[in-house]
């Protein structure tokens, strides 16, 4: 278990890099070198000043030079100009000259909070909805929980999202606007300011979940340690929500740990739809200002949730799946 945990770990180390130097190498040197000194430096900038702001980004070294400033700089921090950018330095951005750290940590609890709430939304209403589904296979309510999932997932974020505001908000008046209110502070507000946002990012992946747990139900039904149980004379709602729900698991999961990143980029559309200022809203932000890194600081952050829920996931295995040896 050791041994494979470190080697995930190193594998995260490699994966991480890479897309580190993907992104860096997108952003800073396929842009070339003077139109980030001139989205860094702005209009009235002169002569002099574009001198200066090339040296304080390191624009006058060479490309692999200026990577490792740049990766180092996560790690130890660095000096940009006469500020010293603690680690973990992502840099400044261009916009408000504020650390792209720190701005991304003060929003990193909405798109945090939005991406939970929505995978516990999925977990709770997706593979139960698909587990009793597959219990009454073939009967009413397969049929009517089938087909209302796929009715959600037909709706897209920016339809759903102004109906709901309309139907609860404006007309029923049974919930306040969405908004996002710190949940140390204020559970109560934190849960019903995005339960909206929630509903509405869940629904695009309920489908999903329901028809996959579904399927994985009726397949492990039909293993052979199924009819075993079933021969030793053990009670039916035993066999199919213990053992065979538990077999079940493994795919499901997996899945998960992929989507993680893509509710990271649902959350996009959602807080753009809901107004909630969160890494989704910054992420649209950082394009529209140009803001170089801003959205690189952005597109490493999804990367690392996304490989370390990967990661939780692969961890998960020797837990769920007896069957599984990580070693």
Not at 143 to 155: D, H, W
Not at 184 to 202: A, Q, V
Not at 226 to 233: I, N, P, S, W
Request: net charge neutral; charged share 15%; proline share 3%.
């Amino acid at each position: 278990m050791l041994r494979f945990l470190v080697r995930r770990l190193l594998g995260v180390v490699v994966i991480l890099t890479v897309i580190c130097g993907v992104t860096f190498y997108l952003f800073f040197a396929s842009s070339g070198a003077e139109s980030v000194v001139s989205l860094s430096c702005g209009k009235n900038c002169t002569p002099d000043m574009r001198t200066h702001v090339r040296h304080d980004l390191g624009l006058d070294k060479s490309l692999a030079e200026q990577f490792w400033i740049y990766i180092s700089g996560i790690f130890t921090g660095r000096d940009i100009g006469a500020k010293h950018c603690a680690a973990p330095c992502l840099g400044y951005s261009f916009n408000n000259n504020e650390p792209v750290w720190n701005t991304l940590l003060d929003r990193f609890p909405v798109t945090l909070s939005l991406t939970i709430g929505a995978i516990a939304m999925i977990i709770f209403l997706g593979v139960t909805l698909g587990t009793l589904a597959a219990f009454y296979r073939g009967k009413v309510f397969d049929k009517i929980a089938m087909g209302t999932s796929l009715v959600l997932v037909s709706t897209q974020i920016y339809v759903l999202g102004p109906f709901l505001i309309w139907a609860f908000v404006n007309q029923l008046g049974w919930l306040d606007r969405p908004a996002y209110h710190p949940f140390t502070s204020d559970i109560g507000g934190w849960f019903t300011g995005l339960l909206l946002p929630w509903f509405c990012l869940m629904a695009i992946f309920m489908a999903l979940y329901a028809r996959l747990t579904r399927s994985t139900m009726v397949d492990v039904l039909n293993e052979d340690f199924v009819r075993t149980l079933h021969a030793k004379g053990l009670n039916s709602r035993r066999i199919y929500f213990k053992h065979a729900f538990r077999a079940a698991l493994s795919p499901i999961i997996t899945v998960l740990g992929v989507d993680v990143g893509v509710l990271m980029g649902g959350a996009i559309i959602t807080e753009t739809t809901f107004t909630l200022h969160g890494i989704g809203m910054l992420a649209v932000t950082s394009v529209t200002d140009s803001d170089l890194p801003l959205m690189m600081g952005v597109v490493l952050v999804a990367a690392t949730f996304t490989v370390m829920a990967n990661l939780v996931v692969d961890l998960l295995y020797a837990f769920i799946d007896p069957r599984v040896r990580l070693d």
